[in-house]
């Protein structure tokens, strides 16, 4: 299959919902998360999305070929890349703030926060697979990119 490419991209500009291609130019899924260091300019990889509701797999950046807008393509044959390990979210922290606010609001917010915080993205101190509330979230994310 030859397929034409476009124009190369920065890692910077891939998007959610991007298509991942293997080598041959069959498609793998959709981009999930893009992983490095923004400030760095450290890219590290990808979690694809290889179904709705799945489980994100991971391709590092040495197994991406190209970017270009709109598609990601891997080093990997479509056997390979069905191989790819299960992406786990990275381990999280907590941020405390000082409390020096009396307001009700402040208040209010800062228990909002925490609520979704512990339903969408809970604090975990070890890599995990995404529960699934994230990937339903990451779901919406990508279907409105």
Avoid: C
């Avoid at 959709?30 to 290889?50: K, P, Q, W, Y």
């Avoid at 402040?106 to 925490?114: G, L, P, S, W």
């Amino acid at each position: 299959m030859i397929t034409r490419m476009g124009n190369p991209v920065s890692w910077l500009a891939i998007q959610p919902g991007w298509k991942v291609l293997a080598a041959d130019g069959s498609e793998i899924g959709e981009v999930d998360e893009v992983t490095g260091d923004e400030r760095t300019d450290i890219f590290d990889g990808l979690s694809i999305a290889v179904s709705a509701l799945g489980q994100p797999r991971y391709a590092t950046a040495e197994q991406i070929a190209s970017i270009e807008d709109g598609a990601v393509r891997l080093t990997l044959d479509h056997v390979q890349a069905e191989q790819l390990a299960q992406y786990e979210q990275p381990a999280t922290s907590v941020e405390i703030e000082p409390d020096d606010h009396d307001g009700l609001l402040d208040r209010v917010a800062a228990d909002v926060r925490q609520v979704e915080g512990n339903i969408v993205e809970p604090t975990q101190d070890h890599e995990h697979p995404f529960n699934i509330w994230t990937r339903l979230a990451h779901l919406i994310r990508r279907q409105r990119s």
